[in-house]
T-cell receptor, first 119, second 111 residues
Framework: GAVVSQHPSRVICKSGTSVKIECRSL??????MFWYRQFPKQSLMLMAT?????????EQGVEKDKFLINHASLTLSTLTVTSAHPEDSSFYIC???????????????FGSGTQLSVL | RKEVEQDPGPFNVPEGATVAFNCTYS??????FFWYRQDCRKEPKLLMS???SGNEDGRFTAQLNRASQYISLLIRDSKLSDSATYLC????????????FGTGTQLKVEL
């Protein structure tokens, strides 16, 4: 099946710093990737849809200037949490769909997630 | 009302028991439905897609009830290793292939 690699898996940073998370599709091309955030005991909440070569589409309530998304190639999307604060501490996870695979194109493949802790 | 709702549980069941989860969705135009399994601080893993005719994979059976707008997951002969959080996910028509997840139902299988 399609593989999505995400790193780092865990980040601990000081308040006010920026953190970059990378998401790569290893064996397929992903024109669209999705970034989710999950707080403890809560659901995965979609933050934004990352589109290769164009601007990301953000969900309501998600600050685009705080959560910068770059999708410069068909295999890489990055999420940068700028000026992180303790309330940004969460589990961030990316996902992608291999639209060119008839067998799996309806399936969403997830990265392994990044646990961000802002002190 | 949330778009996708689940009972958070936890469901504590003995090994070998049969357990069922339901998930309701609010958008009648929803097209695709899935069950994911998530272990603590791990990524969700697709358990099975849910089709109109229902589908079964070993000890797991998923069903869709469009009239009542819910999907279900039945686990038979539960194992200790089934302990996890089960998330339902819904893909709306025209939603750009993005999934909306429920909050998940926690299952604990005990000896």
């Amino acid at each position: 099946g399609a593989v999505v690699s995400q790193h780092p898996s865990r980040v601990i940073c000081k308040s006010g710093t920026s953190v970059k998370i990378e998401c790569r599709s290893l064996d397929f091309q992903a024109t669209t990737m999705f970034w989710y955030r999950q707080f403890p005991k809560q659901s995965l909440m979609l933050m934004a849809t990352s589109n290769e070569g164009s601007k990301a589409t953000y969900e309501q309530g998600v600050e685009k200037d705080k959560f910068l998304i770059n999708h410069a190639s068909l295999t890489l999307s990055t999420l940068t949490v700028t000026s992180a604060h303790p309330e940004d501490s969460s589990f961030y996870i990316c996902s992608a769909r291999d639209l060119f695979s008839p067998a799996t194109n309806e399936k969403l493949f997830f990265g392994s997630g990044t646990q961000l802790s802002v002190l | 009302r949330k778009e996708v709702e689940q009972d958070p549980g936890p469901f504590n069941v003995p090994e070998g028991a049969t357990v069922a989860f339901n998930c309701t969705y609010s958008n009648s135009a929803s097209q695709s439905f899935f069950w994911y399994r998530q272990d603590c601080r791990k990524e969700p893993k697709l358990l099975m897609s849910v089709y109109s005719s229902g589908n079964e994979d070993g000890r797991f059976t998923a069903q869709l009830n469009r009239a009542s707008q819910y999907i279900s997951l039945l686990i038979r002969d539960s194992k200790l290793s089934d302990s996890a959080t089960y998330l339902c996910a819904v893909n709306e028509e025209g939603g750009g292939n993005k999934l909306t997840f429920g909050t998940g139902t926690q299952l604990k299988v005990e000896l």
